[in-house]
């Protein structure tokens, strides 16, 4: 299968200039960026005149079947909402519903532009087949809150979702392990799952220093933060990804830094949690490598990584006093590139470069809110909104044309979520 993306203008993120050029897709990958060979005959052609095509979004931390609570619990402080509303309802849950919630955010994603993301729940297996039935590239990592005493058959459901499921679906899925955080899961445990880390060579999905009472609590029972909590264990030899990273001792940017930790930065929902903002600008500039992730929507309450990339950018500058500070193209950087990382997939995904996955989008420029075209980078992170993403292509599969989903039949998924919730609430 031969795809061409004709008179686009096209941001590589490799640090070349946004111009007009062909991208041609072989199969699952770019085949060329520039102009097509002499004679270059393709199966499918895309018209991308007013048009920008990009690489893929990455959302980088969320919790997709969580779909099934937005707007059920608002406004309430973080332990209240997370104890008493989140973890109740979700002991209602099955894979039923985590299939039929995965498929609607998956709908919500691929409309905005997402093409990859990172996903921890449970029953994580059918968020990998909703993901390869969507089309959508996933990293799956089971939620894991434990204690010693009961920690083989949370951590066989990792090993088998590894053996079921990773690089499954043309290579669509792949697995993660993931501790919830430090205050859901005891030392023991921990240690147990960094050497099932070892022994599956996977990478670790967590959540890290995302209130202040976790800080807090931290230096009260061990003396440490939770991010020199986890150096100390060593969960930090592994590749890990730590969402959120808001409250942060001076000692945590060098062992963030030092570590390669991948933290992943959830604007929306620090704010709406009240936890905070973090201190992203100082992150970069110390050297760490940080990404964009969405969180989950019952504490978004949506996953549109046009709105993250935004805030991302406007919350370091207000927050440090600095116009300059994260700058339009380092804001997509980390949306793509960084998110590539983030997922242990940067040699593959992240830039539109010959030999990587075709995880394209393209966003049509012909739009009030746009006009003019000075700074397209600019055009991208300040003013582009979700709704301008009209076609998807990932894996070289297109999953959504001129704004019409290929996968997904949204009215059966709406039917189920009616369902389901109705079951929920009730
Ligand atoms: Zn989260």
């Given at each position: 299968m031969k795809m061409l993306i004709k008179n686009a203008k096209v941001l590589t993120m490799t640090g070349e200039p946004i111009e007009k050029q062909e991208i041609g897709i072989e199969n699952d990958r770019i085949a060329f960026v520039g102009n097509a060979p002499d004679g270059y005959e393709a199966d499918v052609v895309f018209e991308g005149e007013g048009?920008?095509?990009?690489?893929?979004?990455v959302n980088a931390h969320t919790h997709s079947s969580m779909s099934l609570l937005r707007n059920y619990a608002d406004d309430l402080p973080f332990w209240e909402w997370l104890t008493e509303k989140v973890w109740p309802i979700e002991e209602k849950m099955g894979p039923d519903e985590i299939y039929w919630g995965t498929m609607l955010s998956n709908a919500e994603m691929i409309k905005s532009g997402i093409t990859a993301y990172a996903d921890m729940y449970f029953y994580s297996a059918e968020t990998a087949k909703a993901s390869v039935e969507a089309g959508l590239r996933c990293s799956i990592a089971q939620g894991l809150i434990g204690s010693s005493a009961k920690d083989k058959e949370k951590l066989d459901v990792t090993r088998q979702l590894f053996q079921d499921w990773h690089m499954t679906g043309d290579e669509l899925i792949?697995?993660?392990?993931?501790?919830?955080?430090?205050?859901?899961?005891?030392?023991?445990?921990?240690?147990?799952?960094?050497?099932?880390?070892?022994?599956?060579?996977?990478?670790?999905?967590?959540?890290?220093s995302e209130?202040?009472?976790?800080?807090?609590?931290?230096?009260?029972?061990?003396?440490?933060?939770?991010?020199?909590?986890?150096?100390?264990?060593?969960?930090?030899?592994?590749?890990?990804?730590?969402?959120?990273?808001?409250?942060?001792?001076?000692?945590?940017?060098?062992i963030l830094r030092e570590n390669k930790v991948h933290v992943v930065h959830n604007p929306s929902?620090?704010?709406?949690?009240?936890?905070?903002?973090?201190?992203?600008?100082?992150?970069?500039?110390?050297?760490?490598?940080?990404?964009?992730?969405?969180?989950?929507?019952?504490?978004?309450?949506?996953?549109?990584?046009?709105?993250?990339?935004?805030l991302t950018a406007l919350l370091a500058k207000g927050s440090t006093h600095d116009p300059a500070v994260v700058p339009a193209y380092q804001a997509l950087e980390m949306a793509t590139k960084n998110g590539a990382e983030a997922l242990n997939l940067g040699t593959e995904i992240g830039m539109i470069q010959p030999g990587m996955k075709a995880d394209i989008i393209l966003v049509d420029l012909e739009q009030p809110h746009l006009y003019p075209h000075y700074q397209l980078d600019a055009s991208l992170v300040y003013s582009a909104q979700a709704s301008d993403v009209r076609t998807v292509i990932i894996n070289g599969k297109i999953v959504m044309e001129k704004g019409e989903l290929k996968t997904i039949d949204l009215e059966k998924t709406y039917h189920e979520i009616r369902r389901i919730t109705k079951m929920l609430v009730d």
């Open positions: 048009h920008l095509a990009m690489p893929g979004l792949t697995v993660m392990a993931g501790p919830h955080a430090p205050y859901t899961c005891d030392d023991a445990f921990l240690t147990k799952v960094i050497e099932l880390c070892s022994e599956l060579n996977i990478p670790i999905h967590t959540h890290l209130s202040e009472k976790e800080v807090k609590d931290s230096l009260e029972k061990h003396g440490r933060s939770p991010i020199q909590h986890m150096h100390h264990l060593g969960m930090f030899n592994h590749h890990t990804l730590a969402a959120h990273c808001v409250h942060l001792l001076d000692e945590d940017f060098d929902s620090n704010l709406k949690l009240g936890n905070g903002i973090s201190p992203v600008s100082r992150l970069l500039s110390s050297g760490v490598r940080v990404s964009i992730g969405t969180d989950g929507s019952s504490s978004n309450n949506n996953l549109n990584m046009f709105e993250e990339i935004h």
